[in-house]
């Protein structure tokens, strides 16, 4: 399977600090993306990054792609409640097919 | 607001059922798709259909049945579900298909099969 995953599963902070998780995937990709899910809610995409791009940057979002390793991480700078939510990755497969992993669960403790 | 909308929010259906999921997009997109959320398990791709042709059935078996009528509306018709049916069901659009496309997403149809 090329379903990206995600490390870890479920992390728990405080207001003000910094949130970093990590995806890693199977085979070669040319672009991943990273959503956030609220509760109850659908899919948000935040950033897309190319497999040629090694870090991109969005507010308080960067994101990182080590092709060699297969591997990204998003770091959330800064964190507050209301970033409180799953945060998943997805590769791109064959022409049209999305891969999403699991999730890393984020509680943002005020 | 995310341009997609998906309708009902909540459906609770015996097995003997049929019912149908609608997805209706107003952002002049012309790929859509069908994903299943169960719980404690990665998206899964169900459909995929760009510029009103199918493009992709993730293997999903035939009680799913998809239509997409033109590129704003795409629904999911349910016949004979099984419990493992249970899901959250996911609506999502992008300009075209492909993954270099920022996909919007719906808020879901949340699918209960007693």
């Known amino acids: 399977s090329q379903q990206g995953e995600e490390d870890p599963q479920a992390l728990s902070i405080q207001e003000g600090e910094n949130a970093t998780m990590n995806c890693s995937y199977k085979t070669s990709i040319n672009n991943l993306q990273w959503y956030r899910q609220n509760s109850g809610r659908g899919l948000v995409h935040l950033i897309l990054i190319r497999s040629n791009e090694r870090e991109k940057h969005s507010g308080r979002l960067r994101v990182t792609l080590d092709t060699s390793k ?5 770091l959330i700078t800064a964190s507050r ?3 409180t939510a799953s945060y998943f990755c997805a590769t791109d497969g064959n022409f049209n097919k999305f891969y999403f ?8 403790k005020p | 607001e995310t341009g997609v909308t998906q ?6 259906m015996g097995m003997t059922n049929k019912k149908s999921l609608k ?9 859509m ?14 459909f995929v259909y760009n510029f009103k042709e199918q493009t992709e ?7 799913f049945s998809p239509e997409c009528p033109n590129s704003s509306h795409l629904f999911l018709h349910l016949h004979t579900l099984q419990p493992e049916d249970s899901a ?27």
């Open chain 1, 101 to 108: 992993g699991s999730g890393t669960k984020l509680n943002v």
């Open chain 2, 88 to 114: 959250l069901y996911l609506c999502a659009s992008s300009p075209i298909a492909g993954g270099n496309q920022p996909q919007h997403f719906g808020d879901g149809t949340r699918l209960s099969i007693l």
């Open chain 2, 23 to 31: 997805c209706e997009q107003h952002l002049g997109h012309n790929a």
């Open chain 1, 70 to 74: 297969k591997s990204s991480s998003l």
């Open chain 2, 33 to 46: 798709y069908w994903y299943k959320q169960s719980a404690k398990k990665p998206l899964e791709l169900m």
């Open chain 2, 57 to 63: 059935n993730n293997s999903v078996p035939s009680r």
């Open chain 1, 81 to 83: 409640a209301a970033d």
């Open chain 2, 7 to 12: 309708t009902p929010r909540h459906l609770v």
